[in-house]
């Protein structure tokens, strides 16, 4: 930690036991925050900013949060949310532009399946899942999650993210497929 | 063959679903569904890739930094605008609890302890069905007597006041609420002699005569043929 930074870190850290424990639960988790702003906006200004005001308001209700274990899961639905209002008003004032409109045209299944298709394709698809179903696959991309941390992080059943997962790559499939020109039949 | 109608079945199966045996046996004889369902795997495979490398990103060093100069500055300002929110709270129940107050103990009409409302109520049902008469509270200044039957409050109570009871109201013809006025000032300062009804001690039963008792005959009957009773006496 440089020296701009001590001064404040060591202000919270001496302050009550309850900044001590939210300091340590809050390094343990931030990285996980930025990963699930990241994958709601893409830019990383934008994700930094929301696991701040995350990080904020995940401070502020601290006090009122009974299970500290719980801390984790309670800031990934924090940020999730935070995120995705941002990139709501983000939509609304126009500052993101959309870059469906440079769409390349449809490449064909080899390419897709040799690994040459953009990201940019395959990140439309996501936003293009449910709410629902889309934190699901981003928490499965993230640190390698399985569906037991999945289902821990979002509060829900083991079979509930199984299901939702299944549901979510079914229509990534269906969704990059509707493009796909080339495929064979018989 | 067409293979649209597995269609379906090879995303589902490709997607991580079971697959189902009708699919089985024809993926045994189809070398071009096998091929279309690996290819969905593959793309599956790739979307995974995409995802999982471009999730794999680290924070810049400076995060945690600014998340904790954040998150001291949120506390330290909610420490400073803590004792002004105390303040501010504090106030506005004051406010609130004076504001109470005045309301409860406005000036009214208020009759004596006998309520002359209940009477007043109980006039002409005919002035009752006039639409929406206007409410005259203590408060506002008198209508012109040529106006529609009017309200007269009663003075609030502290339920009424504090909004759990609703006042009650009290319908007036047109023109008569003066004389309502000076009806009830009277009766608080004694000059105008109060209804007998009004008067301490008085009794709705020492206005009511009482009625005769009225001698109802005993009925007499006789048991049915093949009743109960009839039965067990023939037993």
Redesign the interface.
Known sequence: MNEAAAPLAGRLVSDAPLDREFEERLAAASTLAFRVAYGVLRQREDAEDVAQEAAVRAYRGFTFLRNREQFRSWLVRITWRLALDRRKSERRRGVRELKVSAAPPPPTAEEIAAGRQTEQRVWEAVDELPEKLRIVVVLSAIEGHGMREVAALLGLAEGTVKSRLHAARRRLLERLQCGVSGTSRT | ????RYEQDL??G????TITPGLEAHLEV?A??R??LA??Q???G???????S???????PA??????????R??SE?RRLAPWAAAAALAAGLVMALLAGAFAHRPSVRPPESSTAGMVSDAPAATAVQPKPPVISPSTPRASATAAPHVVRRGPSRAIARGIVREPEVLVPPGQEDALRRFVAGLRDGSAPAPALLRAGASVENFIAPSPLIEIPLLETEPLAGSVDSKESHS
């Open positions: 063959m067409r293979c649209e995303t589902v490709a997607a991580g679903g189809c071009a569904c091929e279309r290819e969905k593959a793309l599956l790739h979307v995974d890739q995409v995802l999982t471009h999730l794999d990103v680290e924070p810049s995060l945690r930094r600014r998340v904790i100069s954040r998150v001291s949120a506390e909610r």
